[in-house]
C-alpha cells in the first residue's frame, strides 16, 4: 500500500497538482477539493492506443471520450442523443443527405478551429483510402459500422466553417447513434498531420479534458483543458490519472483506504463485499453488453452446423452465470440484451443435453469427439470478470462430450491482433454496446462485412447472404416497428445457425468513493469525469 500511495503522490507532483491523499487521508472533503486533489481510477488493464478510430477496447475509448467531442453526443446515463460539436442538425426527406450545424468559434485544446474543415478531415482521413491522411493504419470502427471504404458515407462537404454536409449512399436508420460512438471523435487536424503516430499516444481534441500524461502500463493524467466550450458540463476536478492495477486485490484495498476513488470493472465477489462498506458505493452500469464464445467457421469441424449446436447443447449456460457473474446477470438467449430492439421472447438457450450433444457429434462424423483450442484475454473486461475461470469452465463442460480443450491465454492486445487474423478454433470475447441501436451488435460482430482478416471482429467468420440481406434492411429502414421484426429475425437466425454463443448480459459494476458526487452510470461504460466533483 506505501507503494502505491508512493506511485500516486509522484503521478500528482508530476502532474504539477498539491496533493493531500484520498478520501481517508484526514483532510476535510472541501479542502481536497480546493487543494486540486485529482480523482484516481483504477483499471485492471492498460488502454491499448488512444486514437479512437483506431481502437476497439473499452479502456481505451473511455479515456478518449474525455479528450475528443464528437458532432453529437449521448446524454450521460442514456442513449439520447444530445448537440456536442454540432449545435443542431437536419435529414432530407430521402435520408440520404445530413446537415449539420456546428458551435461557433469551438476549438481543439491546441488553439486551431474545431470547424467544418476539421470535422471533414477526420471524417475523409477516416473513409477515403486515397486520403494522404489514411495512411497504413487499422480503422477498426468505420469500415464495421459504414460497410467499408469509403461505405455509406460517400461524401463530406464543408459549406461553411459552420456547416458540414454528408451525403449518404442510402437512408441510414442508426447514423446519428453511429458517428456519436467514441470511435467517431474529432481530433485536431493538425495534430494528426504533423505526427498521426504521436496523435495515438497523445490526442488533441476539444473535450473536457486534455491528455497530459500516459506511461503505458502504469497511469494515464487527464487535466480539465481551460478552453473547453462545449455543452456539457465543465470540469470540477482539475486532474484524473487512470492507474493500471492488474492486481484487484490491491485494487480493493486500495479503495477501502482512499487511496483510489473509483475502481472500474470489479470482480462480482469484490463487488458484493464492498456493498458493505460505508466509504463507497456501488453503482451499476445498465446492462448493455454480451459475452459470448465465437467458433471460427474456417476450420473444421466447426464448419459443421452439428458440431456448432453440439457445443450449444454441452454448455450449461445457466450454471456458468450464476456461478461466475453477479446476481444482475441475465442468461442470454438472445445476441442482443433485453432492453435492445429486437428482442425475441420465442428464442431461448440451447437447454443442456448432453445425450443430444453427443448424438450431433456421432451425426458429424466425430462420434469420439475432438480435440480444439480456446483463446481467451487474460485481463478482466466488463462482461468477463474473471475470464480465466470462465475459460476453465467452459473446458470442462465440453469435456463431457469428449471435445479436448486447450487453454490458450494472451495479452489482450495480443488476443485481439489473433482472433481479427482468425488464428483461433474458438474464443472467448464480448461487446459492450455502443449506441444502444441492435444494428450495433449484430452488424460489427456477425456481418460478413466484418470477417476480413486483418481487421475481423465477426470472429467467427460467419458469412450468411441471408443474415447481411437482413442487416442491410435494418439499417435502410427507419421505422422502428419494421426494425424490431428484423432484428427479432436477426436473433433467430443466429440461435438457428449458432456461429457463437452468447453467454450473459450483465450490469458492470462501478466502485465509487462516497466522497464522490456526480457518478452517472451509463450503458455505453463511458465515464463522464466533467460531472462528478468531491463533496464538500
Known amino acids: 500500500m506505501n507503494r502505491i500511495r508512493s506511485l500516486i503522490a509522484a503521478i500528482i507532483c508530476t502532474a504539477g497538482v498539491c496533493a493531500c491523499g484520498g478520501g481517508s487521508s484526514g483532510t476535510s472533503s472541501s479542502a481536497t477539493a480546493q487543494s486540486g486533489t485529482p480523482l484516481v481510477v483504477a483499471n485492471v488493464k492498460d488502454a491499448t492506443m488512444l486514437d479512437p478510430s483506431m481502437a476497439s477496447d473499452g479502456i481505451s475509448l ?11 453526443a449521448f446524454k450521460p446515463g442514456s442513449f439520447t442523443i444530445v448537440p456536442e460539436l454540432a449545435q443542431k442538425w437536419n435529414v432530407s426527406g430521402d435520408g440520404r443527405t445530413w446537415t449539420f450545424t456546428l458551435r461557433p468559434n469551438a476549438k481543439f485544446s491546441d488553439g486551431t478551429p474545431a470547424d467544418a474543415d476539421a470535422v471533414k478531415f477526420n471524417f475523409d482521413r477516416w473513409r477515403l483510402v486515397s486520403d494522404p491522411a489514411h495512411g497504413n493504419f487499422t480503422y477498426v470502427y468505420y469500415p464495421d459500422v459504414f460497410g ?11 459549406k461553411d466553417p459552420r456547416t458540414v454536409v454528408f451525403t449518404l449512399t442510402s437512408p441510414d436508420g442508426p447514423f446519428l447513434r453511429d458517428i456519436a460512438e467514441p470511435a467517431f471523435g474529432i481530433g485536431s487536424p493538425a495534430a494528426i498531420r504533423k505526427d498521426p503516430q504521436a496523435f495515438q499516444r497523445k490526442p488533441v481534441g476539444s473535450g473536457p479534458y486534455m491528455l497530459a500524461e500516459w506511461v503505458r502500463d502504469d497511469h494515464m493524467t487527464l487535466q480539465a483543458n481551460p478552453t473547453y466550450d462545449g455543452p456539457g458540463a465543465k470540469p470540477t476536478i482539475p486532474t484524473v490519472i487512470i492507474r493500471d492495477i492488474p492486481d484487484q486485490a490491491t485494487s480493493v484495498l486500495s479503495i477501502e483506504k482512499g487511496d483510489i476513488q473509483m475502481l472500474t470493472a470489479p470482480r462480482p465477489d469484490d463487488a458484493k463485499a464492498l456493498a458493505k462498506n460505508s466509504s463507497v458505493v456501488v453503482a451499476e452500469q445498465p446492462p448493455n453488453n454480451t459475452a459470448y464464445m465465437a467458433m471460427n467457421m474456417e476450420k473444421k469441424p466447426f464448419n459443421d452446423l452439428r458440431v456448432r449446436r453440439a457445443i450449444a447443447y454441452a454448455l450449461d449456460l445457466p450454471a ?4 461466475l457473474y453477479s446476481s444482475s446477470a441475465v442468461v442470454a438467449d438472445n445476441w442482443t440484451p433485453q432492453a435492445i430492439l429486437g428482442n425475441n421472447p420465442s428464442v431461448h438457450i440451447y437447454p443442456h443435453d448432453i445425450a443430444k450433444a453427443k448424438a450431433l457429434l456421432a451425426q458429424a462424423g466425430v462420434r469420439n469427439g475432438f480435440s480444439t483450442d480456446l483463446f481467451y484475454p487474460t485481463a478482466p473486461r466488463p462482461y468477463m470478470p474473471e475470464p480465466q475461470r470462465l475459460a476453465e469452465t467452459i473446458q470442462a463442460q465440453l469435456r463431457t462430450i469428449g471435445i479436448n480443450v486447450t487453454l490458450q491465454p494472451y495479452e489482450f492486445g495480443v488476443f485481439l491482433d489473433k482472433v481479427r487474423n482468425g488464428e483461433h478454433q474458438m474464443c472467448l470475447i ?3 454496446g455502443d449506441n444502444g441501436d441492435p444494428d450495433n451488435f449484430f452488424y460489427p460482430l456477425l456481418d460478413q462485412d466484418s470477417a476480413h482478416k486483418g481487421t ?3 470472429y467467427s467468420f460467419w458469412r450468411d447472404p441471408a443474415f447481411h440481406q437482413l442487416m442491410i434492411e435494418g439499417q435502410l429502414t427507419t421505422d422502428e416497428a419494421k426494425r424490431k421484426l428484423i432484428y427479432q429475425q436477426a436473433n433467430a437466425m443466429v440461435h438457428d445457425q449458432v456461429p457463437a454463443i452468447s453467454i450473459v448480459h450483465t450490469a458492470v459494476p462501478m466502485i465509487v468513493s462516497a466522497n464522490v458526487a456526480g457518478y452517472v452510470p451509463s450503458p455505453d461504460t463511458e465515464y463522464h469525469f466533467e460531472t462528478m466533483s468531491f463533496k464538500k
Open 62 to 72: 473511455n479515456a478518449t471520450y474525455e479528450v475528443l467531442e464528437n458532432l453529437v
Open 456 to 458: 475481423a471482429q465477426n
Open 430 to 432: 464480448g461487446w459492450s
Open 320 to 323: 456458468i452465470v450464476h456461478g
Open 148 to 158: 467499408g471504404f469509403p461505405g455509406k458515407i460517400a461524401d463530406v462537404r464543408a
